[in-house]
């Protein structure tokens, strides 16, 4: 009996890695293929699809998967696309943007089956990862008036990947997998 419960644990250990695994992939996929640089602010600015991938995660599979495929597939981005400087301030931003997309959708029973909650998630991550990129613009600029520059664009990546992931996680959550 302990043998077939330990065989158990270590599937469902397993599976849960691989699932993770794929959920990164995803997040780096969606930002890296499928991305606009933007010809204002001093680094040019970035829009990508990796945000609705991360609201989408976020939302059906909760905090804890929504702020690791955030953390690591932007990271993982920034790290060979050449944003390399920005990696370990993504990988804070975004994995908090994840965790609090994740947390809220699924609060109180929701589990990311709430339009309104999954909206509110979305919209309440917007400020910190706005306060995250605002910061690690001070830290690589030196002041404090540059990153002001950022903020439209930040704004426009997080729309769109709003206006991507609700729609995408009501079809979804309509799927027997993700009821």
């Known amino acids: 009996m302990e043998s077939s ?11 849960d890695l ?5 959920l990164i992939s995803l997040v780096f996929v969606a930002t890296f293929f499928i991305n ?6 001093a680094n040019g600015g970035l829009v990508h699809l990796g945000s609705a991938m991360l609201f989408i995660i976020a939302i059906l599979f909760g ?5 690791v495929a ?25 994995g908090l943007q ?23 998630a979305i919209v309440i991550s917007v400020p910190f990862m706005l306060g995250g990129y605002y910061i690690c613009e001070r830290v690589l600029y030196g002041n ?4 002001l520059a950022s903020i439209p664009g930040n704004l426009v990546q997080n729309s769109v990947g709003l206006i991507i992931a609700i729609p995408v996680c009501i079809a979804l959550k309509k799927l027997p997998l993700f009821k």
Do not use: C, Q
């Open 98 to 120: 994840g965790y609090i997309v994740g947390k809220i959708a699924t609060m109180h029973g929701k589990n990311g089956g709430s339009f309104m909650y999954n909206l509110a």
């Open 5 to 15: 419960r330990s065989i158990s644990t270590s599937s469902e250990k397993t599976k």
């Open 70 to 94: 955030g953390a690591f597939g932007m990271a993982l981005f920034d790290i060979l696309s050449g944003w390399t400087l920005w990696a370990p301030f993504t990988f804070i931003t975004r």
């Open 18 to 22: 691989i699932i993770t695994s794929l």
């Open 144 to 147: 404090w008036i540059i990153p």
């Open 36 to 41: 606009i640089r933007l010809p204002i602010a």
């Open 63 to 67: 905090p804890k998967k929504g702020a």
